[in-house]
């Protein structure tokens, strides 16, 4: 399984972009792109997926550079609600996409 | 509509007890995810089911743990004798189908053994 290195911790401001990135040198051809979300005492929850390039939603963009060996997950103007802990994952066929695998996460902190 | 759910949201047990910790995946999921959080750390997988078949148990920590989904639906983690390394976070998750889909989370059982 590709193995993912992230931050331990970020902090930041209300209203600032955030950007964490997350390095898989070893990503394998059908292995795609994961960000998942955590609060305190809830599940994981999805945020954004890729492959390559650029990929956006409404809460969230995902920068993924041609060689795939790393991602930035961008966070528009964030708000004291997005203090949460950030994974990123890469999985495909070959590992399977149902054994999701997570690292420790960035912890980020968003201060007023 | 309705997320996973999981029951009890909280369960504490004597060393050696045995616990069944239940998930009710978003209906008409076909795949469901067992993980294990420790305290700090990510979610670390223990078993996948499509549909009733368990086609991975690799993660199971030990012969004590065990799961099931009978029908296809509901699923039941069991923990047999539990240890007090079992303490942690249990999390079910399911997702509509295989491949690179989002799975939905629930709460999760936080297990405390004394």
């Known amino acids: 399984l590709a193995k993912t290195t992230q931050p331990i911790s970020m902090d930041s401001y209300e209203g600032q972009e955030v950007n964490i990135t997350c390095s898989h040198n070893?990503?394998?051809?059908?292995?795609?792109i994961t960000w998942y979300q955590q609060f305190p005492s809830q599940g994981p929850r999805f945020i954004i997926q890729?492959?390559?390039t650029k990929v956006t939603n409404e809460v969230a963009s995902l920068f993924i550079p041609a060689d795939r060996k790393s991602s930035t997950l961008s966070l528009p103007r964030v708000s004291l609600s997005d203090t949460a802990v950030y994974y990123c994952?890469?999985?495909?066929?070959?590992?399977?996409?149902?054994?999701?695998?997570f690292g420790t996460g960035t912890r980020l902190l968003v201060s007023p | 509509g309705a997320g996973v759910s999981q029951s009890p949201r909280y369960k504490v047990a004597k060393r050696g007890q045995d616990v069944a910790l239940r998930c009710d995946p978003i209906?008409?999921?076909?795949?469901l995810f067992w993980y294990q959080q420790a305290l700090g750390q990510g979610p670390e997988f223990l078993t996948y089911?499509?549909?009733?078949?368990?086609?991975?148990k690799s993660g199971l920590p030990s012969d004590r743990f065990f799961a099931e989904r009978p029908e296809g639906s509901v699923s039941t983690l069991k923990i047999q004798r539990t240890q007090q390394e079992d303490s942690a976070v249990y999390l079910c998750?399911?997702?509509?189908?295989?491949?690179?889909?989002?799975?939905?989370f629930g709460p999760g059982t936080r297990l405390t053994v004394t």
């Open positions: 994952l890469v999985g495909g066929d070959s590992t399977g996409f149902q054994k999701l695998v």
């Open positions: 070893n990503i394998a051809t059908n292995d795609y």
């Open positions: 890729g492959y390559k």
């Open positions: 209906s008409g999921h076909v795949s």
């Open positions: 089911f499509q549909n009733e078949a368990q086609l991975d």
């Open positions: 998750a399911s997702m509509e189908r295989e491949g690179p889909y989002e799975q939905y």
